[in-house]
Each structure stands twice: as structure tokens, then as C-alpha cells.
């Protein structure tokens, strides 16, 4: 069980200023609640003159871009501005505002020349920079985690509505995030729906996220899962849904637009966040017929439900027009951010793939959750330990490229003696021979192995202590390969070498390498990164013997998708949000190498159109060729 | 020159071998130094088999330890090495009446870092920075 929540992330209230909406009634005494709340200073709210959005049974009309840029980006740009250097003025430190609450009585959209209508809130992540349809979030999916700070904010600014149909319900959101952040931790179920429409590929590989949540995440949390069973149709629209939400805290589910009420079942378990991706969610927030909230054909749209139902969540996502399944809001980065400490407003930020589009969110960005099971050590941002199997593989690969080492050291010596005797120079001969014939002596390949006798033979103990298995057992398990040379040592001892018939399968052929690199993309994009390795027999790279491009040709190169797991690099290049995750290049055949013999290696990160995007990097060592 | 003395070729390449050799060695032990981290960085609640895994890791640490410090002894270990390096500094001196630097120096030739600390080592000649090259 984790402790009482504690603040990981750096978003201070101090950095988050509240706008509302000097001409609707209770905007105001939104802020002032949610100042209260958050300990925000009363500086920090800021009224705008904006237009009053016209509640709609449907998606609210979006607002022009005239009005928006007049009455809301450009007030809203100024007004910070002016926060900053009033708070700060007279000091060299300088606000840094990392995120922006809408508050209630919003416009939600306004729509752009080129027709497009945009979320308000999505534009005002990127409030200091131009109009970008859908621009790509280089903070999106970081697979090597960060929380969000004051590089990321020279891109992106955090931002949420605190919205609703009225004032009281918008206070509610508060309520119920601070409850959450309060929480020892949360319990309720999480409820997935992966299975919406098929259609298109990427409707395909939005389904494939959501599952990849299922089944490689949602464990980590410690939380129940409730799944929905596909529904195996020829109609691509046809979708399964489930019969009612009973102790839950989580739903993340698509496609199906708007359902009942009736869905949410009465239950004290705290409701935390629900995303629906689909087309309108968020469209509509502000409806109210009376003193009723809800539609009276009975379906509502999902971020209606969620904010007034009862017991009601405290945050909701929701798109006010199509995104596109490429830009609906990502499972498995959200929660894991969630997970790591961070603000619900980086969660959602780290989960979208794009900004300046349709989605936003709806609560108080700094809510904070408290999950019962603690983060996995692997995921933890000191982590030092490594799982066993990783660290067998590390220690055998060493031991290999040790073994290798020591072997080149015999062929070498035993080389200088060879072409001593072959100079058919007799005063080079009487006078080095025997100082070479000694040194080859002490140096050949039965010294190399007795050398390793130790290191080796403690290995075989180890694997077999700590996993049960021989060595031979453990490479097939794992799927790993050893080299002949260290075969060859076993062999020579007589324990542990891998039978005859199964060295096809476990020893590498002669002169396969790989290496591995560590990439981490310095630029605020999210692109797609190429690479191109070289290597040459000597440190001014006059003689290169391999140069391989990953634009020309994806074969041998792979990237660590997962902590120790490495997948071929699919013909787009490497996405930059693996950043600080290991590239690596396995040799094809034709660029196998000598044997002991010793390269080095450079590589450069490439654009996608070949140009270079780093200069050349130097490998942190010397290859050598040990298969 | 004498046809006895060796050739310019010859020397450069004893000099890069004898480099290349010793430094084989040390390279030897740093790759066995590095799989000692691994190890001492694994989580035990991995472990298959819970039983003694600290033991089983504290024993796996020692033997790397113990195999690295006689791989790194061995590698800087200037016995099998000075002869060589003696013998190839005698064979100058005899047909040049000069040392190993000025022999360098009179042919235009360098020499590895690796082989300038061993040949100072071995024959407390110092090999001058022009005379020593990088690759």
C-alpha cells in the first residue's frame, strides 16, 4: 500500500492562474473556490470579458476566431504577461505559469479559416505560439519518464476547464478532486472499453493501445479491470458496451457518443476520471433544459454523465468535434504518468498525441492519485536494480567480449612471433624471437581460458542458483546466444557446453555483432528519428567497412520498446517519445566481421528526409567482434 | 643501412602489434569489470529461486571480482611483455647507435601511447608527444 499522496510533480499553484468569465453570473465565485482550494494567490484569477456560450442539446456553436483571438488568446496572452511582471518585478526569477484553468461559463470551441472547429483549451496549450492544426506534442508518451517542467513549458502549457452546466456544478469538480488528491488511495475498478469501430487503421491501432493498456499497464495499478467481450460483427460500427458502472473509479471506452445515465450505478467508491473517445464528449458540457441536466431522449453525451451524475468524477476528457482515432487521448501513458506522481493536467498532457485540435480536459489539473500498488521497479525514476535475466544477459555478454579480448591477445602475440619468423631477417630473429615466443607462451588461448575459469564457472553456479535452469536451459528460455569462443572454454573445462546438436540454435554464427546506443532527442518535437551507424578499423574513419542507414534499409535495427525488450524498428523511423531508450543495430550477414578483431563506431540521428539531426556521435567503446 | 637492420615497416609494425597486444589485455579486464554492475544492481525478488539469493549474488560479485583483479594483474604485468619490448629497443640501438625517440624522430615515424608507457617501462627511454600518434 503506497503512503499519503505527496507531491512528485513541480506545478505549484503559484504557476496556475484561473481565467473566468466577467460576464457570466458565478464565474467569479468559481475562481474564488477554486483559489481557496489550491491556495492560489488571488493575483492569479483573471476575468475576461468573453463571450457567453449558448448551452445546446447539441454541440455548442463554436465561437469565431475574431472573438476568441480578441476576447480570450490575446487578453489571456497579455494579461500573464502582465501577472509576470508584476509578481516578479524587481527579480531575476520570472513566473513560469505551467498551466491555465478555464472556468466556468467558457466558450468551448471556435472554429478556424479553415473550418475546423478547435477546443479552446487545446489552442491555449500552445497560447505563446501560432495556430498549428493538430500539432504533434513532443511531450506525448515520453517512454522514458519526466515530469513536465519549464523546457516543456516553452511548448506546451498545461490546461483544463473547470466547467459545467452551472456554477455549483463546476465547484463540484473541485470538491471532488481535492477528495482524490486527498485520497490514501483510490480503489474502484477500472472500466475498458477497447472494442469501437474498425474501420480504419488507425481505429485498429487505437484499439491495439487500449489493449496494450489491458494487458501490460493496468496490473501496475492495482486496480480491477472490467473489460467488455469484442463483439465478433461483420458490421465495423456495431460495439459492445456494458450493462452498468458499479464501483468504479475509471472508465476509458470509445466510439459509442452518448449513453444513459441510468449506466452509473449508485456507489461510495470515488470517481476519479472517465475519457470516452469519440466525436463529442466534450461538446455540450454546458447544457441545462430547466433545472435538468440531461437530454430527454435519455442519452447523454459522456462528459455530461460524467460531471453530473452522483456520486459524480472529478475529471473527464472529451472531444467538441471529430479528432480523428490518431488523437484520441492514450491509456497507457496517463496512467502511467498518473502512476509516477504527476498532476492530472501532465497526465493529460503526456496522453495526447496532438495539441491545437479537438480533445480537452475537464478538472482540476492539479489533482494528484494515490494508486494502492506502488510503481513497478523498473518504472521508477531512481530506479538502479535491473530484473535477474537482464542481468545474466549483461554479465555473459561481458564475459564474452572479456573472453574475446583475451583471445585477440593470443592471436596477436602469436602473429608478432609468426612474422618474426618469417622476416628471413636473422639479426630480427636472434634478437626478438625469444622474447616473442615467450610472450606468446604466456599469453595463448589455454591461458586466456584459465584465466575466465573462474568468472565462467561462478556464472553457471549463479544461473542455475538463481533460476533454476542450466546454462543451455537459459539461453533457450530467454531466447539469448552465446559465442564459440566461450563455448569453447566450456568445452575445454567440460561443464556446462551446449550439446552438439543444439548449437545451431545457441551459439551465434562467426562474425555477428550488434551495438547499442542511447538516443535522447534534444529538439521540442515529437518526430520520427533515423539513424545511420558506421564502422571503421580506425579512429579517423579513413577505411569504413559498414555503413548502414535506417532510412535506406530498417533491417538490423531495433529499439527498446519496453524496458529490456527490443522490437524492429518499423519503417518510420523511431519515434522521439523512446527517447533515453536504447537503439540498437544487429548486423545483417553481409556485414559480418573478423572474429577478435577490433572496430570503431560512430552513428547520427537523421530527419526523416536524410538530412543530418545530430552530429556524429562517437561509440561510448571499442567493438569488438567476439561471435 | 644495413640489410640486417630492420626495415621502417617492420618496426612499425612490431610497435603497433606490441600496442595493440597490451592493450588487448587491459580491454580484456575492463569487459570483465563491467559485468560485475549487473550483478551487484539485480533485483533479488526476480530471482526464481528465492532461496540464499543474497548469498548466490554476494558469491557471483566475489568470483567476478576475484577473476578481474587476476585478469587486470595479468594484463599490466610487464614480464611477458618487456623482453619484447627490450629485444625490439636493442635491435635499434645496434644498427642506429641511437635510441628508440631519436630513431622515431630521424624517420619520420610515431608510435602508439600504449607502446611509449611500456617502452618506458621496460628501457626508461621517454618517447617524445611528437612521436606518438593516436591510431
Request: hydrophobic share 40%; proline share 4%; aromatic share 12%.
Amino acid at each position: 500500500m503506497a503512503l499519503l499522496p505527496v507531491t512528485l510533480h513541480a506545478i505549484s499553484p503559484d504557476n496556475v492562474v484561473f481565467v473566468y468569465n466577467t460576464n457570466v453570473s458565478g464565474s467569479f465565485q468559481v475562481a474564488e473556490y477554486y483559489r481557496n482550494a489550491r491556495g492560489l494567490p488571488l493575483a492569479n484569477l483573471i476575468g475576461l470579458s468573453m463571450p457567453v456560450p449558448v448551452p445546446s442539446n447539441d454541440c455548442e456553436t463554436p465561437i469565431s476566431k475574431s472573438d476568441f483571438e480578441q476576447t480570450i488568446l490575446e487578453p489571456l496572452r497579455s494579461a500573464i504577461s502582465a501577472l509576470q511582471d508584476s509578481a516578479y518585478s524587481g527579480s531575476s526569477e520570472e513566473l513560469e505559469c505551467s498551466a491555465i484553468v478555464l472556468g466556468y461559463g467558457t466558450p468551448l470551441s471556435y472554429q478556424e479559416d479553415d473550418g475546423e472547429v478547435i477546443s479552446i483549451a487545446s489552442r491555449l496549450h500552445r497560447i505563446d505560439h501560432g495556430y498549428e492544426a493538430a500539432k504533434a506534442n513532443h511531450t506525448f508518451d515520453r517512454r522514458t519518464f519526466q515530469f513536465y517542467d519549464a523546457v516543456d513549458a516553452q511548448e506546451v502549457i498545461i490546461v483544463s476547464a473547470i466547467d459545467g452546466p452551472t456554477a455549483e456544478a463546476a465547484m463540484k469538480l473541485i470538491d471532488r478532486a481535492v477528495a482524490v488528491t486527498n485520497s490514501v488511495s483510490v480503489t474502484g475498478k477500472i472500466f475498458v472499453d477497447p472494442y469501437g469501430r474498425k474501420s480504419t487503421t488507425a481505429d485498429a491501432e487505437y484499439q491495439a493501445d487500449i489493449l496494450d493498456f489491458v494487458n501490460n499497464e493496468s496490473s501496475n495499478l492495482g486496480l480491477n479491470v472490467s473489460l467488455t467481450v469484442d463483439v465478433m460483427s461483420d458490421d465495423p460500427y456495431e460495439e459492445p458496451t456494458f450493462a452498468s458502472l458499479e464501483d468504479d473509479s475509471f472508465y476509458w471506452g470509445w466510439y459509442e457518443p452518448a449513453y444513459s445515465k441510468n449506466l452509473f450505478v449508485d456507489h461510495s467508491f470515488k470517481r476519479v476520471f472517465l475519457y470516452n473517445a469519440d466525436d463529442e464528449a466534450g461538446c455540450s458540457i454546458h447544457y441545462l433544459d430547466g433545472a435538468n441536466w440531461y437530454s430527454p431522449n435519455g442519452s447523454d453525451p459522456w462528459c455530461n454523465l460524467a460531471i453530473n451524475v452522483d456520486p459524480g468524477y472529478a475529471a473527464c476528457a472529451g472531444a467538441v468535434d471529430a479528432p480523428g482515432s490518431e488523437n484520441h487521448l492514450r491509456p497507457r501513458a496517463f496512467f502511467r504518468a498518473l502512476h509516477q506522481g504527476a498532476s492530472l493536467g501532465e497526465a493529460f498532457l503526456f496522453a495526447s498525441p496532438v495539441v491545437n485540435w479537438k480533445v480537452y480536459l475537464i478538472g482540476d489539473p492539479l489533482m494528484t492519485v494515490n494508486f494502492p500498488e506502488d510503481v513497478p521497479t523498473d518504472q521508477q525514476l531512481a530506479n538502479t536494480v535491473i530484473p535477474n535475466k537482464e542481468a545474466i544477459f549483461l554479465m555473459k555478454e561481458a564475459i564474452e567480449e572479456g573472453l574475446a579480448w583475451g583471445v585477440r591477445q593470443s592471436k596477436i602475440t602469436k602473429r608478432l612471433r609468426q612474422d618474426n619468423v618469417t622476416s628471413h631477417n636473422i639479426a630480427e630473429e636472434i634478437e626478438l624471437l625469444y622474447a616473442l615466443a615467450k610472450w606468446e607462451n604466456l599469453k595463448k588461448e589455454d591461458a586466456q581460458n584459465n584465466l575466465y575459469y573462474t568468472s565462467t564457472n561462478a556464472m553457471l553456479t549463479y544461473i542455475l542458483d538463481s533460476t533454476g535452469l542450466t546454462f543451455s536451459d537459459w539461453l533457450s528460455q530467454e531466447g539469448h546466444k552465446t559465442t564459440e569462443l566461450l563455448n569453447n572454454l566450456l568445452l575445454h573445462f567440460g561443464t556446462g557446453a551446449i550439446a552438439a546438436e543444439d548449437t545451431e540454435n545457441l551459439l551465434h554464427p562467426e562474425g555477428h555483432w550488434e551495438y547499442d546506443f542511447v538516443y535522447t532527442h534534444v529538439p521540442l518535437t515529437f518526430v520520427n528519428v533515423h539513424f545511420r551507424i558506421q564502422v571503421s578499423e580506425t579512429t579517423s574513419f579513413s577505411n569504413i567497412v559498414v555503413d548502414r542507414s535506417s532510412i535506406i534499409d530498417i533491417e538490423g535495427w531495433k529499439y527498446e520498446q519496453e524496458s529490456y525488450a527490443f522490437v524492429q524498428m518499423p519503417s518510420t523511423g523511431f519515434p522521439s517519445n523512446f527517447s533515453g531508450r536504447r537503439v540498437r543495430f544487429v548486423s545483417p550477414e553481409e556485414d559480418y566481421l573478423t572474429r577478435t578483431d577490433a572496430y570503431y563506431v560512430r552513428w547520427r540521428a537523421l530527419n526523416s528526409d536524410g538530412s543530418p539531426l545530430t552530429n556524429w556521435q562517437p561509440g561510448s567503446k571499442v567493438l569488438i567482434i567476439k561471435r | 643501412m644495413s640489410s640486417f637492420q630492420i626495415s621502417d615497416q617492420q618496426f612499425q609494425f612490431y610497435a603497433d602489434y606490441f600496442a595493440v597486444a597490451a592493450d588487448a589485455g587491459l580491454s580484456s579486464a575492463r569487459s570483465l569489470f563491467e559485468a560485475i554492475d549487473p550483478i551487484n544492481r539485480v533485483d533479488l525478488s526476480t530471482f526464481d529461486l528465492y532461496n540464499s539469493a543474497r548469498a548466490v549474488q554476494s558469491s557471483m560479485v566475489t568470483a567476478l571480482r576475484t577473476s578481474y583483479e587476476t585478469i587486470f594483474t595479468s594484463a599490466v604485468s610487464l614480464e611477458p611483455m618487456r623482453d619484447s619490448f627490450v629485444a625490439l629497443a636493442n635491435h635499434i640501438a645496434e644498427f642506429t647507435a641511437s635510441g628508440v625517440d631519436d630513431y622515431l624522430t630521424s624517420n619520420g615515424l610515431q608510435v602508439r601511447q600504449t607502446y611509449a608507457s611500456i617502452h618506458r617501462l621496460s628501457t626508461g627511454e621517454t618517447i617524445s608527444d611528437a612521436n606518438i600518434g593516436v591510431d
